[in-house]
């Protein structure tokens, strides 16, 4: 995706392609002259135009999306939903950081919930818990430690040996498992979709404008699109990481491809391979594993691999998720991915994200980290907040940390593929 404003996908979304067509929303056109603009209508950029809303009931509002709402990257990943985050080990500072991480997760998440409610939003979101499983000694180490962390937060856990995880989920490729019984599924596409009918009809939205320049003019801002020049008091940049193309940000953010596939109907009688649960996701032991969830009543999900910048072949994702699902299910190897599809997201050195001002009324949310439904919520939100004030959430920043820099390349896609490599051999059966 270098020197390219937005990420294209050579694959529609599956998650997309299982729903009903949608008329998208018309581009923007001519001489538009607002209060704010947000560039981006993923679960970011609708938390921040949703909250300039409440904050600013007569604001006039654009809300710019590149490709079509349900196609973009935010409906393009595995439907998990964090309502509480686990601490990195089971200090007493690490705890403390948690809580205050969760305080805000959990509004982020509540509002959420809230919007599907109220609008009767039909994204077959449920509590589903969640299973972290692994398939490697060192694996199952990494879930104790989890485990640990989870336990001295308060959560409850349930260790699951190879015959129960068999039992659960239908497959004996993991040895260890831990289950909690915090953790939602959701279909993502469904999801964004729902959240754009129901932002309020202040927040006036426009598909397929992505934003090709962007220029401080006084104390204004300029936005060109293919058919419209958007001047703008403030700016949101919910992109993650196209706000590179921008200029921003070039030394913190390094995009991700990532890559996930649906099968194809099962037939009842193949629908007893899924196990016990009717519903449930399966997160990896390495952070460079395999996730597999349930979809429905009839299909399963893979996702996996991982490439820096640039995207891999298609046949190269085909041949490795086909053989990464039936590694775990060898009785389903006739079955077939019916939809595979890439997403882009952003990583950080830390972990931690970037959110903040950039220029005068220029402010951006970037590095998510693969974590970006609650997450994103919570920060737009933020980000809405900081455009209205100007003043910095000093809590909210210390809660989500703040993104390191990073060596330019070549350094840094050396350094990428040098980590790369050995995770991956780290990760082992886990991929």
């Given at each position: 995706m270098k020197n390219q404003a937005f990420p294209i996908y050579s694959q529609p979304c599956g998650w997309n392609a299982l729903l009903p067509n949608r008329e998208a929303r018309p581009p923007a056109t001519g001489q538009l002259d607002v209060q704010y603009v947000v560039v981006g209508a993923g679960f970011t950029g609708m938390a921040a135009a949703r909250r300039l809303c409440q904050l600013n009931p007569n604001a006039s509002i654009v809300l710019l999306e590149a490709s079509t709402v349900g196609e973009g990257s935010s409906a393009r990943n595995s439907g998990f939903l964090t309502r509480e985050e686990y601490p990195s080990n089971s200090s007493a500072p690490a705890i403390e950081q948690n809580k205050v991480l969760n305080g805000f997760n959990r509004e982020a998440f509540d509002d959420l919930k809230q919007i599907i409610e109220d609008h009767q939003i039909a994204c077959d979101f449920?509590?589903?818990?969640?299973?972290?499983?692994?398939?490697?000694?060192d694996g199952a180490n990494t879930l104790r430690t989890i485990q640990q962390a989870l336990e001295a937060t308060g959560h409850t856990t349930q260790t699951l040996d190879e015959s129960k995880l068999h039992h659960l989920i239908g497959t004996s490729y993991y040895k260890f498992g831990v289950h909690t019984d915090t953790g939602h599924l959701v279909q993502p596409a469904a999801l964004i979709r729902g959240m754009l009918s129901a932002l309020p009809q202040q927040v006036e939205v426009h598909e397929n404008s992505p934003v090709l320049d962007l220029n401080q003019h006084g104390k204004?801002?300029?936005?060109?699109?293919?058919?419209?020049?958007?001047?703008?008091?403030?700016?949101?940049?919910?992109?993650?990481?196209?706000?590179?193309?921008?200029?921003?940000?070039?030394?913190?953010?390094?995009?991700?491809?990532?890559?996930?596939?649906?099968?194809?109907?099962?037939?009842p009688s193949e629908i007893a391979s899924f196990g016990s649960l009717e519903s449930w996701g399966v997160l990896p032991a390495h952070r460079l594993g395999t996730t597999v969830r349930r979809v429905g009543a009839d299909r399963l999900l893979v996702r996996s691999l991982y490439a820096y910048e640039n995207s891999l072949s298609e046949s190269?994702?085909?041949?490795?998720?086909?053989?990464?699902?039936?590694?775990?299910?060898?009785?389903?190897?006739?079955?077939?991915?019916?939809?595979?599809?890439?997403?882009?997201?952003?990583?950080?050195?830390?972990?931690?994200?970037?959110?903040?001002?950039?220029?005068?009324?220029?402010?951006?949310?970037?590095?998510?980290?693969?974590s970006g439904i609650v997450k994103g919520t919570a920060l737009g939100s933020y980000m809405a907040e900081l455009a209205l004030s100007n003043k910095p959430n000093s809590q909210i920043l210390k809660a989500y940390g703040t993104a390191n820099k990073i060596l330019p390349d070549p350094f840094r896609a050396l350094g990428f593929k040098v980590v790369s490599a050995w995770e991956s051999r780290k990760a082992g059966l886990e991929s």
């Amino acid at each position: 995706m270098k020197n390219q404003a937005f990420p294209i996908y050579s694959q529609p979304c599956g998650w997309n392609a299982l729903l009903p067509n949608r008329e998208a929303r018309p581009p923007a056109t001519g001489q538009l002259d607002v209060q704010y603009v947000v560039v981006g209508a993923g679960f970011t950029g609708m938390a921040a135009a949703r909250r300039l809303c409440q904050l600013n009931p007569n604001a006039s509002i654009v809300l710019l999306e590149a490709s079509t709402v349900g196609e973009g990257s935010s409906a393009r990943n595995s439907g998990f939903l964090t309502r509480e985050e686990y601490p990195s080990n089971s200090s007493a500072p690490a705890i403390e950081q948690n809580k205050v991480l969760n305080g805000f997760n959990r509004e982020a998440f509540d509002d959420l919930k809230q919007i599907i409610e109220d609008h009767q939003i039909a994204c077959d979101f449920h509590t589903s818990g969640r299973i972290r499983a692994a398939a490697t000694a060192d694996g199952a180490n990494t879930l104790r430690t989890i485990q640990q962390a989870l336990e001295a937060t308060g959560h409850t856990t349930q260790t699951l040996d190879e015959s129960k995880l068999h039992h659960l989920i239908g497959t004996s490729y993991y040895k260890f498992g831990v289950h909690t019984d915090t953790g939602h599924l959701v279909q993502p596409a469904a999801l964004i979709r729902g959240m754009l009918s129901a932002l309020p009809q202040q927040v006036e939205v426009h598909e397929n404008s992505p934003v090709l320049d962007l220029n401080q003019h006084g104390k204004k801002w300029q936005l060109k699109t293919s058919s419209a020049q958007i001047t703008a008091d403030q700016v949101i940049m919910a992109t993650n990481a196209s706000v590179k193309y921008f200029g921003y940000l070039q030394d913190k953010v390094v995009t991700i491809h990532t890559y996930a596939g649906i099968t194809e109907p099962l037939k009842p009688s193949e629908i007893a391979s899924f196990g016990s649960l009717e519903s449930w996701g399966v997160l990896p032991a390495h952070r460079l594993g395999t996730t597999v969830r349930r979809v429905g009543a009839d299909r399963l999900l893979v996702r996996s691999l991982y490439a820096y910048e640039n995207s891999l072949s298609e046949s190269v994702v085909h041949d490795a998720l086909h053989s990464r699902f039936h590694k775990r299910y060898p009785e389903l190897s006739h079955i077939r991915l019916e939809h595979v599809w890439g997403g882009v997201t952003a990583l950080t050195l830390n972990g931690s994200p970037y959110v903040g001002c950039l220029e005068p009324g220029l402010y951006a949310s970037a590095g998510c980290n693969g974590s970006g439904i609650v997450k994103g919520t919570a920060l737009g939100s933020y980000m809405a907040e900081l455009a209205l004030s100007n003043k910095p959430n000093s809590q909210i920043l210390k809660a989500y940390g703040t993104a390191n820099k990073i060596l330019p390349d070549p350094f840094r896609a050396l350094g990428f593929k040098v980590v790369s490599a050995w995770e991956s051999r780290k990760a082992g059966l886990e991929s």
